[in-house]
């Protein structure tokens, strides 16, 4: 039998795989066959490594040498340079922006060292289609643990862990399985909410890329806590990768005796089914998750009843996140008091992040709960980008709320986040610098909440509308201070009348930025001008007389005749015919053109 | 029971577990307004999708406000109806809901008679702000014999899906679309005569808005009655007097029989007849042949299927046809009571009275909406020529006498015209749910044992429950008979015998809540279950004060076969009086 000697862990995940990472791999196993390592050397296509912003990633195991940004092309000379040689392909390797120092181990980069990885703990480490794989590092170790005892010592274990929903509400998971337990029933169900629907956010759909055992695992023990037999994973048909893997891997579950019947000769019977979204921000909402898997129109009931006592097929039903479901075999495993000790006074463990927006590391991370904004974002993610000022991040996608810099120190968590006026959420987390327009930041989240609104109740599928035509307005420099009350107003009702959590959270958007950032809502209704220079209806583009020569360049670009002049004579623009297109603006050599 | 201790608006309230936070608050007279919210209390039908957000409160330690019509007391609930951020709410939202609709209501079919318009008002709204050139969703409009659809009207209050789908089970109706171009439709968005929608029109019925309306066919009748070579007569259903009043002002439950036929004359109706004669003579029919069956079932003859359904509510009529297409030998092949007045007036009055049959236009007075679809069917014509030419509603008569400035208050009580206007007490109860099988076992009794009937009143059979079963001893023979309300109760029923889990001899059927009194073509009920309380004891009363209370009793009717007919089921009551079904299974 030959050994294999190294492993060369390729990145599968989306992102990766959107840079070629799946021809990468074919050009690793070319050239090792070439150099006759095939049987040595194993190429493993792993899920996300969270860095994606330098992506595709490659790890070389046993040296732990993390290459960064490798193309298809870079396979010979990795293959032929450090599996052959031993010697590092220095230019692929990370380089310290502060140092410039080249990085080999990824422990010791910035972006990996403040975070601890418990939901993504096989993410990027093994190959999520075999499950061999997640056997090895502890897979269904848990399941059989819990197996062998009593379901209610289980419960008992996740409620003093204190885990508490990643879905975005942090309602207690091992209170909820309890509820679930208590209501008696012929047929119970467990499902999971696969449903991520934020805009940026890709930590569900990474976990089930990349280890989604971990959610079979962990949908069993709850079958078996609450007396269901079935599961149900409801995932969004765009997430095509992780359907696919979640099939492999249930597959190769039911060939191992790990989900059917009698698993693991316990006489527990359990089987999982994927139920495919359209892809409907609001069946993330439970009850309306319910309903889409019924095959009803996807919205929101009125609650109670919860899904625990009458669910899918108005039977008990636990729907937890992919992320809460991923945090439990460990739980199990190392103990509540492990997990407990992880994490701030009420929210324990941690929380998987997609960092995105104007950020140097946009990337999937998990931090424990506690750790403040800043070390996320100037340490972790590695401040912002192109040396720009920070001005805002938006936590909680669409429900959530835009915080500032006087919040860089507060500790994500559950009870500080809603504090400051936003939320936990799924963990979008976007970052925005001095660019950005707070009023058109607050416009692009309505615009998704009136897009993904249900239409059930008419706060939101109304109000939410209104909301937007009243900033869009704003924007456009025809907005009025009535219409800052108006929208106050407007926010602050929806927010109270909506029926779910989808419209009672979407003004929150609009109301923390006119919190926050009242003086740039001011100055586009009162002065008619964007600070951040992002809308364009408040730009004037006007030529500077000292600087124009007449050299008439960008008179003939320009797409209205809006300017006009004589050679060699400075021009002028007529503001009524500019439509703002910016064409002079990039045409001009003289730097001429301003933007007011 | 458990009782709970709250308190709403500094009032205490103790009610019993389960109550709502808007029941708990009428119990202790504070109205709490509500939108979309419906129930046909102690008819199993209920709206509550909590979607309007109108009935909003203010309860303690809650985060936000709480939906009073979906919210259940808890004990010691401090609940607050009118403070200021509820009032801002509330009237936030409803300008929400009026930013999306039609100003049209000077011109509109609802006008003075829609809920939205009066929630407008009870809560002051006297501005709409929203920005310029703001969105406004718009759809097709969609037009049928019996109803329209104007779903640029609709706010989307569910009531309408509710009745089609949970109700009736007919499951025309449903929410497409999200967000803010989210509307009730048919499937693919088909026109409603594409669909499966059986012209109940009870989403009509309950639409708190003009998005939903019966189609408009006065003007049809006025042309009519104003043109000199045309003798028009009128039949009104039973239904239609007891609800008539409600139109002027009247409590619900208040008949009006003498006024209408007055004022129907006053119209100018050449003769002002009832539909009711028609009834008397639909129970001479369709009793025989209730007798015929029950007698060859009885006698062991194997082709003979029972139960027999009756078959006067068009409605249902198309809910069997789509739905039970394998039991099409079962309903009663008599025509309804509108159409065998129809091809009475056409073929025995016409000649009768010396009148071309094209010359004569049957009008009828109908507290159905679907009515008007069924006189369109191919059946019910001879040569082109439709034996009822026009069907308006109870509302629509009324909208007439108010058009024709009749002071329907001050008019005398009439009689109906002979001979198409006397009729029994049996026939006046085929306007309520049990009415039409009462009816008929009067008849069918005294016929099958050749006794007269004691006891005339079967209380048995009267009531409001949706599926009601009753043995009639018929001298030694049991009769069973069962009698449904709502199509989701008569799917239930159909089902069961489809299946052989239930058996009966007879089967009445109909579609609406509360039978024909609850029809789209009255004052829209609106989901006010007392309304059609009212409008059925009102019929049971005017039966009581008939002298004639048995059909096979009505003289004209006796005249009417000794002249004309024959026999019941003769050759030519068979070609005048009876139809036959049609498959006409659904297919996507």
């Not at chain 1, 059989?144 to 309602?171: C, H, M, N, Y």
């Not at chain 1, 420099?477 to 109270?496: A, H, P, Q, S, W």
Request: hydrophobic content about 35%; some cysteine; overall charge neutral.
């Amino acid at each position: 039998m030959v050994q294999i000697k190294m492993h060369l862990l390729v990145c599968g995940g989306t992102g990766c795989r959107a840079s070629e990472s799946a021809i990468l791999v074919e050009q690793f196993n070319k050239h090792l066959q070439l150099n006759g390592l095939a049987d040595e050397v194993k190429v493993v296509t792993t899920g996300c490594f969270g860095f994606c912003e330098k992506g595709p990633i490659v790890k070389v195991i046993p040296d732990n040498t993390f290459y960064t940004q490798v193309k298809p092309e870079d396979a010979e000379e990795i293959v032929k340079e450090h599996v052959l040689k031993g010697r590092k392909v220095a230019r692929l390797l990370y380089e310290d922006p502060e140092t410039l120092e080249h990085i080999s181990d990824s422990k010791h980069m910035e972006f990996y060292q403040k975070q601890v990885r418990i939901a993504l703990r096989n993410c990027g480490f093994i190959d999520p289609e075999n499950i061999d794989e997640y056997i090895v590092r502890d897979g269904y170790a848990a399941l059989g643990q819990v197996l062998a005892s009593d379901p209610k010592e289980t419960i008992e274990l996740l409620k003093k862990s204190g885990l508490r929903g990643r879905g975005g509400a942090g309602f207690p998971t091992g209170l909820k399985w309890e509820i679930a337990a208590g209501n008696k029933a012929d047929q119970k169900y467990v499902v999971c909410n696969a449903d991520e629907g934020d805009p940026g956010a890709f930590m569900d759909r990474s976990i089930l890329e990349g280890d989604p055992n971990s959610i079979i695992e962990a949908m069993a023990i709850c079958g078996y806590c609450i007396g269901a037999t079935k599961g149900l994973i409801y995932i969004r048909a765009e997430y095509p990768l992780a359907i696919r893997r979640l099939e492999i891997a249930i597959r190769q579950a039911r060939e191992y005796g790990l989900l059917g019947k009698d698993i693991l000769g316990s006489g527990f019977d359990f089987d999982i089914q994927l139920r495919l979204g359209a892809g409907a921000f609001v069946c993330g909402e439970e009850t309306a998750l319910i309903s889409s898997m019924q095959g009803s129109r996807g919205e929101p009931t009125i609650k109670p009843p919860f899904p625990a006592q009458s669910g899918y097929m108005g039977k008990p039903t636990n729907v937890n996140n992919v992320e809460t479901y991923a945090n439990i075999p460990p739980i199990i495993l190392k103990g509540w008091e492990w997990f407990n000790s992880i994490g701030s006074e009420k929210s324990k463990g941690t929380k998987v992040f997609a960092l995105a927006g104007k950020i140097n590391n946009v990337g999937l991370i998990e931090v424990p709960m506690g750790t403040t904004l800043r070390e996320v974002i100037f340490e972790i993610g590695g401040g912002i980008k192109d040396g720009k000022r920070f001005k805002a991040v938006q936590t909680g996608g669409p429900s959530g709320g835009c915080l500032t810099e006087q919040h860089l120190d507060t500790p994500i968590d559950y009870e500080h986040l809603t504090a400051a006026g936003s939320m936990m959420g799924s963990g979008g987390m976007i970052v925005m610098d001095e660019d950005d327009c707070m009023v058109s930041v607050a416009k692009f989240y309505l615009d998704f909440t009136v897009e993904e609104s249900c239409g059930k109740c008419a706060p939101c599928r109304i109000g939410n509308k209104r909301l937007h035509e009243t900033l869009e307005q704003i924007c456009h420099g025809k907005g009025t201070l009535e219409d800052l009350d108006y929208l106050e107003n407007l926010g602050r009702v929806i927010k109270d009348t909506a029926l779910c959590g989808l419209g009672q959270t979407s003004p929150n958007p609009v109301l923390s930025t006119m919190q926050y950032f009242k003086d740039e809502y001011r100055a586009h209704v009162v002065d008619k001008k964007c600070p951040a220079g992002q809308c364009k209806a408040l730009k004037r583009y006007i030529i500077d007389p000292t600087k124009c020569i007449g050299c008439t360049l960008c008179a003939r670009n320009c797409p209205t005749d809006a300017i006009t002049g004589d050679k060699k004579v400075p021009h002028v623009i007529d503001q009524s015919k500019c439509i703002k297109c910016g064409a002079c603006y990039e045409k001009c050599k003289f730097g001429a053109i301003l933007i007011r | 029971m458990d009782k709970i201790k709250l308190t709403i608006d500094n009032k205490p309230v103790e009610v019993a577990k389960g109550t709502t936070i808007l029941q708990a608050a009428r119990q202790v007279g504070i109205k709490i307004p509500t939108l979309c919210y419906m129930n046909l209390e102690g008819m199993g039908v209920e709206n509550r999708p909590g979607a309007c957000r109108i009935c909003v409160v203010e309860v303690e330690g809650r985060r936000n406000l709480a939906p009073s019509c979906a919210t259940d007391c808890t004990e010691g609930m401090v609940v607050r109806t009118t403070t200021p951020k509820v009032l801002n709410a509330r009237r936030t939202v409803m300008e929400l809901i009026l930013s999306n609709h039609p100003k049209d209501c000077l011109v509109c079919a609802s006008n003075g008679d829609c809920e939205l318009q009066d929630l407008a008002a009870t809560l002051g709204i006297r501005e709409i702000r929203m920005v310029e050139n703001a969105a406004f969703s718009t759809y097709r409009k969609d037009y049928s014999f019996s109803l329209k659809r104007d779903m640029d009207k609709c706010i989307i209050c569910r009531r309408c899906e509710s009745m089609c789908n949970d109700v009736q089970t007919v499951g025309a109706l449903g929410a497409i679309n999200r967000g803010f171009t989210s509307v009730v439709a048919t499937a693919f968005e088909q026109n409603l005569s594409d669909s499966p929608c059986v012209f109940c029109g009870q989403c009509v019925a309950v639409c708190p808005t003009a998005a939903l309306t019966r189609t408009d066919d006065t003007g049809k009748v006025f042309k009519a009655l104003a043109d000199p070579t045309k003798t028009v007569i009128v039949q009104t259903a039973p239904a239609v007097r007891a609800a008539l009043g409600e139109e002027f002002g009247l409590e619900p439950g208040t008949l009006v029989t003498g006024k209408m036929a007055a004022a129907l004359r006053r119209l100018g109706f050449d003769k002002v007849f009832d539909t009711d004669f028609a009834a008397d003579l639909t129970i001479m029919e369709e009793g025989s042949e209730l007798l015929g069956r029950i007698g060859g079932f009885l006698n062991g003859d194997t082709s003979i299927k029972l139960p027999i359904f009756t078959s006067c509510c068009p409605a249902w009529i198309n809910f069997f046809e789509q739905n039970y297409p394998d039991m099409l030998d079962q309903p009663s092949s008599a025509k309804s009571p509108q159409q065998m007045f129809g091809a009475i007036a056409k073929n025995y009055f016409a000649k009768k009275s010396g009148i071309k049959r094209e010359d004569l236009v049957v009008v009828s007075v109908m507290p159905c909406i679907a009515k008007k679809y069924e006189l369109t069917r191919n059946e019910f014509s001879s040569d082109g020529n439709r034996d009822v030419d026009i069907s308006i509603s109870t509302a629509e008569l009324a909208s007439m006498i108010k058009m024709a400035n009749i002071d329907f208050m001050s008019l005398p009580d009439e009689d109906f015209d002979h001979p198409l206007g006397e009729s029994t007490g049996a026939a006046v109860i085929f306007g309520t749910t049990g009415g039409v099988m009462e009816a008929a076992v009067r008849t069918a009794y005294e016929v099958f044992t050749g006794k007269t009937l004691e006891r005339l009143e079967f209380k048995e059979l009267r009531g409001f429950e949706g599926i009601r079963t009753a043995s009639v001893d018929f001298n030694g023979t049991a009769i069973n008979i069962c009698i449904a309300h709502q199509l989701g109760n008569a799917r239930k029923v159909m089902d069961g015998i489809r299946k052989g889990e239930l058996s009966f001899h007879a089967v009445e059927v109909m579609a609406c809540p509360g039978g024909c009194i609850g029809g789209a073509g009255q004052p829209y009920h609106k989901g006010n279950a007392s309304i059609l309380k009212a409008r059925s004891q009102s019929l049971y009363r005017e039966d009581a004060a008939k002298p004639l209370r048995k059909s096979h009793e009505n003289p004209y009717i006796l005249k009417l076969y000794e002249e004309f007919l024959g026999q019941p089921m003769s050759e030519l009551a068979h070609h005048l009086l009876h139809t036959h079904y049609f498959d006409k299974h659904h297919k996507i």
